[in-house]
């Protein structure tokens, strides 16, 4: 399953027409903006504010907004990834609404873990791409 580098930067809501993989790492080095942050927290979890300390804790953000600074290379990587699990997840179910029950409900491949849980970790990001993968293919997931 190919999410390409255009939707995740939707996603993210940049405004980066043409961007291409290195211009996306680009942006998670130098830190994505807070509004990033804000979007993905109101596409996967509309009615959960607290979804955002998931990114970072709640003081950070705060104080990013209030400064109008950049989140760090880790909340960017973090964000960036929950756009491109996102996005891949749209692709596959074609609903917003499937997408969420998918990320927030137990998996068995997951030994019963949420995904949204699992892709804290890069390798967990994998596993859950993995199985959007076989979904998308039609094979048992």
């Known amino acids: 399953m190919t999410v390409s ?5 939707a996603v993210l809501g940049l405004k980066r027409k043409g961007a291409t993989s290195l211009d996306l790492a680009e942006a998670i ?12 927290v109101k ?3 509309p ?3 607290s979804f955002a300390q998931r990114i970072a804790p709640r003081a950070t953000l705060a104080r990013r907004r209030r400064n109008n600074s950049r989140l760090s290379l880790e909340e960017s990587d973090r964000t960036a990834r929950f756009a ?3 996005s891949q997840a749209l ?9 969420r ?17 699992v892709i804290r970790t890069a390798v967990g ?7 959007l993968g076989r979904l998308e293919h039609g094979s048992v997931a």
């Open 101 to 117: 029950r998918f990320l927030f409900e137990p998996h068995q491949l997951l030994e019963g873990k949420r995904p949204v849980n």
């Open 47 to 49: 009615e959960d504010p």
């Open 125 to 131: 990001t994998r596993m859950v791409e993995e199985i």
């Open 29 to 40: 080095e130098q830190g994505l903006p807070v509004a990033a942050a804000d979007r993905i």
């Open 84 to 86: 491109r699990i996102w």
């Open 91 to 99: 692709s596959v179910w074609n609903s917003a609404e499937a997408a």
């Open 5 to 9: 580098t255009q939707d995740i930067v």
């Open 43 to 45: 596409l996967l979890a």
